[in-house]
């Protein structure tokens, strides 16, 4: 089971930028698919952005939904253990708990296509507030 924190979550201004943070234990990080996800007021949870597992000499693949395609840019530094989820050019209806996830097992999918679905995740992270005013 990898254990997941989130952070950099806050208060924006409509157009602004924030980067979300998610801090991974284990000592096989670069071996997961990870993604985000978030949930708005009164919504359902929605897929945001994945990533591929990487190795050392392989660059990472993403995938991101389409309203955020563009703004938002996904990576990950395994030497750190840590996931990223560069927001820019942020609107109110980006206000939602982010979430990261883990997939279910190492190199649990393929690599030019990491999981996209919620059900393909294991490991959840508790969630941080993005707020964006208008």
């Known amino acids: 089971q990898v254990q997941l924190v989130e952070s950099g979550g806050g208060l924006v201004q409509a157009g602004g930028s924030l980067r979300l943070s998610c801090a991974a234990s284990?000592?096989?990080?670069?071996?997961?698919?990870m993604g985000w996800f978030r949930q708005a007021p009164g919504k359902e949870r929605e897929f945001v952005a994945s990533?591929?597992?990487?190795?050392?000499?392989?660059?990472?693949?993403?995938h991101y939904a389409d309203s955020v395609k563009g703004r938002f840019t996904i990576s990950r530094d395994n030497a750190k253990n840590t996931l990223y989820l560069q927001m820019n050019s942020l609107k109110p209806e980006d206000t939602a708990v982010y979430y990261c996830?883990?997939?279910?097992?190492?190199?649990?999918?393929?690599?030019?296509?990491?999981?996209?679905?919620?059900?393909?995740?294991?490991?959840w992270g508790q969630g941080t507030q993005v707020t964006v005013s208008s």
């Open positions: 990533i591929s597992w990487s190795i050392s000499s392989t660059a990472s693949s993403t």
């Open positions: 284990g000592r096989t990080f670069s071996s997961y698919a």
């Open positions: 996830a883990a997939d279910l097992v190492p190199y649990g999918s393929s690599w030019n296509h990491p999981p996209r679905d919620d059900t393909d995740f294991g490991s």
